[in-house]
């Protein structure tokens, strides 16, 4: 068995080189943190939340037992989604008195399907430099695990609770030539992934990721008609953060919806809306949901 080779002797030479860097005073630092295995961390990560003044995250106990476990104490100030402009005038105070602040969430890069969208801009529009420090990010992780081909990929994040408002959003996404990227929650999964199926074809390929980096991390692709299946065969597959990732639309997929839009044209000069999304279904064999919500907007046009 090969002897794994010493973290701390390997790394040295380079935390030596990344002490000596510069880190501006005044400065905010958007600081990417593990999403599950605290190894993930950067050495640059390390560094900067060694000497920040302050770290303004989302949850502080769970900031303040990551910290512990780098052997870091620091001053916290809680930055969520309900105080964010709130904070953000407290954080430029700071910044402006020459402070460094690092901003986290709690898990992953913050400001994105996390809080600090609203503070990084605050800091920008009162003059202060924004320094991002990267790391792990959830969507770039299920990604290169997916082996989907697509050279292009929507992030989309949390899609809607609500089921209308969800199927409206699917459906605007259906003609992509893109990877979906969405992000769910557990005792949601099966529904999105209903939901997924009523838009989508039944033959594109689906990516469940969830619980990455830790211990019970799962990957799981197959076709969409297959999904509800796999999902419901075992509770356990239920459980934990998921990214979900679906293959993006294919040209015939164009071809097949500006096909269906052709006759939905026809069909509406002489039919009401929810009849011609109907026959239109017979004809195409695409979904009367999903047609009769693109019939309405060709109407209001």
């Known amino acids: 068995m090969t002897e794994p080779v010493s973290s701390l002797s390997a790394a040295s030479p380079i935390m030596h080189e990344v002490s000596r860097q510069i880190y501006p005073a005044s400065a905010l630092y958007v600081l990417a943190t593990p999403i599950g295995n605290a190894g993930d961390v950067t050495l640059r990560g390390l560094?900067?939340?060694?000497?920040?003044?302050?770290?303004?995250?989302?949850d502080?106990?769970?900031?303040?037992?990551?910290?512990?476990r780098y052997g870091l104490s620091k001053t916290l100030i809680a930055a969520h989604q309900?105080?964010?402009r709130e904070v953000a005038e407290k954080l430029i105070a700071r910044l402006q008195a020459g402070e460094r602040i690092a901003l986290?969430?709690?898990?992953?890069?913050?400001?994105?399907?996390?809080?600090?969208?609203?503070?990084?801009?605050?800091?920008?529009?009162?003059?202060?430099?924004?320094?991002?420090?990267?790391?792990?990010?959830?969507?770039?992780?299920?990604?290169?695990?997916?082996g989907l081909g697509d050279d292009r990929f929507y992030f989309y994040g949390f899609l809607p609770a609500k089921a209308k408002q969800r199927e409206t959003a699917l459906t605007g996404l259906r003609t992509l030539p893109a990877t979906l990227v969405f992000y769910e929650a557990p005792h949601r999964i099966v529904e999105t992934t209903d939901a997924l199926a009523a838009i989508f074809e039944p033959d594109r390929q689906i990516v469940f990721a969830?619980?990455?980096?830790?211990?019970?991390?799962?990957?799981?692709?197959?076709?969409l008609k297959d999904a509800a299946a796999w999902l419901t065969a075992d509770a356990n597959r239920q459980r934990g953060e998921f990214v979900i990732l679906l293959e993006g639309a294919s040209a015939?997929?164009?071809?097949?919806?500006?096909?269906?839009?052709?006759?939905?044209?026809?069909?509406?000069?002489?039919?009401?809306?929810?009849?011609?999304?109907?026959?239109?279904?017979?004809?195409?064999?695409?979904?009367k949901n999903a047609l009769y919500e693109r019939a309405l907007k060709m109407k209001a046009r």
């Open 60 to 68: 502080t106990r769970n900031t303040a037992q990551l910290l512990t």
């Open 47 to 58: 560094q900067v939340l060694s000497m920040v003044d302050a770290v303004a995250c989302e």
């Open 104 to 146: 986290v969430s709690d898990a992953g890069t913050p400001a994105i399907s996390d809080p600090g969208a609203r503070i990084v801009d605050a800091v920008l529009q009162a003059g202060l430099r924004v320094i991002p420090v990267p790391g792990a990010s959830a969507v770039v992780t299920a990604l290169s695990a997916s």
């Open 210 to 223: 969830r619980e990455l980096t830790k211990l019970f991390e799962q990957i799981h692709r197959c076709a």
């Open 82 to 84: 309900h105080n964010e």
């Open 252 to 287: 015939v997929a164009d071809a097949d919806d500006a096909e269906a839009e052709r006759i939905l044209a026809i069909l509406l000069a002489e039919c009401p809306v929810s009849q011609a999304a109907a026959l239109a279904a017979q004809i195409t064999g695409q979904k």
